[in-house]
């Protein structure tokens, strides 16, 4: 029997026989052309381009319609094929370099790794994986290979790494389950494998190794655990485990969808982090009572120049659509630094953490901000919305950014459309705007706490550096005092206090945020049943108190444990 450990992406319990999956980089040489062979290269290059298309159109046509997220994620997939850009440097390469299809479009795609890895946004940095795994299917249509998985008896799929289309071709009947050695939770193929209901483990290291075909292999989509080739005894506990976890997701889903309310009455409302439409059914499906952050950068840099007024209304409309009656928090624009310059034109800069990002990028840039809230404001008409600006630092910057949002509603009533003023926040992601929190407050209707920046800023740890990785904590004496500050100066003056960073998805800090009194706390939708089953668990009275004892301690060590040792004398699981 060996244990294998990776990152549970999609929960259920499956046991069954291992079904090895040969996938992976396609070996490819490099063929020089003769001038004479290069039409006829571009022509091969968009032969198979098509043949890939149709591929995918085919996938489309065995999801069932309901499945939103996996059609929406193969649509996307078809449209990144029809790239104007992709296409043009792919031909560029082969005109310019005289070599064939396959090696023009790996090299292009190298380039494309290198802009992906600069980008600082996690999510936005997963994407390439959607541009590896097509490019790999281009390759292999050019090679005149089909790449279709057919699994005839019930198995659990291994495999080096499965793309979207693939994971949407495996058949929920025959597929128990699926591990492979890379991938990451916010891969479209984990979201597949959720929609589709089957169980996967990521990311397990040497898996295609450690597994032969026929091997016995038990996969835990929760907790990332694979066994391979069991004794009786884990057997039987599995099965167990199988039916609990059922019942439990059952449970989950139902309730998720219910508010959360302490035992002592006090209602905290939980809500979704997103940054893509397609991420809309996943936020309602978990329970999200609303948006508490909507990322608005993705338009700004998956496209070709700066988007425009009607792109990012039609875009901000169908999000409002998609989670009315509930509410959008809207949070301006906030790219800049090393963040897509390109567009933007921007000076490279030394730091920029501390450069030019965000709101000050937008005050900079009043023409950029104005078309952004324009678009917010007209698509706000189709339901509720609220704006929020990102990395405050003072009161000027703050007093100026809603001067341009009234600038901007008046403009729009001048031309006739009628919009309430919507609810305006300030993101507290600087120590100095924490430190004047009582200030700030008087200018807005709620405070959001983004701790992914707060925490940097105030440990002086870069959020992206690994080296300085183990530094970064939130449970840090000094961190959650900022935040208390914080969430009192918004109770003083009668504002909304939320958090929206990771940070309010920590199971373990959820009874300090609610004793410190937050309104509201908001992540990544997988997570809202999680925290809202603690909250349900859990008095407000209780939480006061242990918020008071857990601010006089000295070490984010100790107030470690004692939150630990709270929730095991609560009988408190997550
Ligand atoms: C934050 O800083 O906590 C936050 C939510 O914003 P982002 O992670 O997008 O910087
Ligand atoms: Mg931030």
Redesign the pocket.
């Given at each position: 029997m060996k244990r294998l450990q990776g990152i549970g992406v999609s929960p259920g319990v499956a046991i069954g026989p291992a079904y090895l999956l040969l996938t992976g980089n396609v070996k490819i040489s490099r063929r020089i052309l003769t001038p004479s062979q290069v039409e006829k290269e571009i022509d091969r290059l968009h032969r198979a381009l098509a043949t890939t298309i149709k591929d995918l159109e085919e996938v489309k046509r065995h999801i069932p319609p309901e499945m939103v997220q996996p059609l929406s994620i193969i649509d996307a997939h078809i449209l990144m094929l029809k790239d104007p850009s992709l296409i043009r440097d792919t031909e560029q390469f082969i005109r310019r370099h005289y070599v064939n299809a396959e090696w023009a479009l790996r090299k292009v795609l190298k380039k494309y790794q290198r802009v992906f890895d600069s980008l600082k946004?996690f999510y936005l940095r997963e994407r390439i994986h959607d541009l590896e795994h097509l490019i790999e299917r281009v390759i292999l249509a050019l090679q005149g290979q089909n790449e279709s998985v057919e699994i005839e008896e019930p198995a659990i799929v291994i495999a080096h790494d499965l793309s979207p289309a693939d994971t949407a071709r495996l058949k929920p009947d025959t597929t128990q389950a699926f591990v492979t050695e890379v991938g990451s939770r916010t891969s479209h193929t984990a979201i597949v494998a959720r929609s589709l209901g089957i169980p996967a483990v990521v990311a397990v290291k040497g898996v295609t190794e450690e597994i032969s075909p026929g091997d016995l292999v038990i996969v835990d989509g929760l907790s990332g655990e694979v066994i391979v080739n069991p004794s009786q005894e884990v057997i039987e506990e599995f099965i167990d485990r199988r039916l609990e976890c059922q019942l439990q997701r059952e449970r989950f889903l139902d309730l998720a969808k219910e508010p959360a309310v302490t035992l002592d009455g006090r209602r905290v409302f939980v809500r979704a982090?997103l940054e893509l439409l397609d991420e809309i059914p996943m936020a309602l499906e978990f329970g999200a009572e609303g948006v508490g952050?909507f990322?608005t950068e993705y338009l700004y840099v998956t496209k070709e120049g700066l988007p425009s007024e009607e792109e990012l209304f039609i875009n901000y409309r169908q999000v409002i659509e998609g989670i009315r009656p509930n509410i959008v928090t809207f949070r301006t624009l906030?790219i800049g630094g090393d963040k897509f310059a390109k567009e933007l034109n921007l000076p490279a800069e030394i730091n920029p953490a501390l450069g030019l990002r965000a709101i000050r990028l937008c005050l900079k840039n009043i023409e950029l901000f104005r078309t952004q809230l324009r678009a917010i404001l007209r698509a706000s008409v189709y339901g509720k919305i609220r704006i929020m600006f990102?990395l405050i630092s003072g009161l000027n910057e703050l007093l100026e950014a809603k001067k341009v949002l009234f600038e901007v509603l008046d403009e729009l009533s001048q031309e006739g459309l009628e919009v309430d003023v919507p609810e305006c926040g300030a993101?507290i992601?600087v120590p100095t705007a924490a430190a004047i929190a009582d200030i700030l407050a008087k200018e807005v209707d709620f405070f959001s706490i983004?701790?992914?920046?707060?925490i940097q800023y105030a440990l002086a740890i870069d959020r992206g550096n690994e080296q300085v990785a183990h530094l970064y904590e939130p449970l840090h004496p000094g961190i959650l005092r900022i935040i208390k500050h914080v969430a009192e100066a918004a109770k003083k003056t009668g504002i909304k206090v939320a958090m929206?960073?990771?940070m309010a998805g920590e199971p373990l800090c959820v009874p300090l945020l609610v004793g410190m009194g937050f309104d509201e706390l908001s992540m990544n939708p997988q997570t809202i049943p999680i925290i809202k089953n603690i909250i349900r668990q859990i008095s407000y009275e209780d939480c006061q108190k242990l918020a008071k004892e857990i601010l006089s301690l000295s070490c984010a060590k100790e107030i470690r444990s004692y939150l630990e040792y709270w929730f095991q004398q609560k009988d408190l699981a997550f």
């Open positions: 946004d982090n952050l990322r906030d990102p993101m992601e983004g701790t992914n920046d707060l929206c960073g990771e």
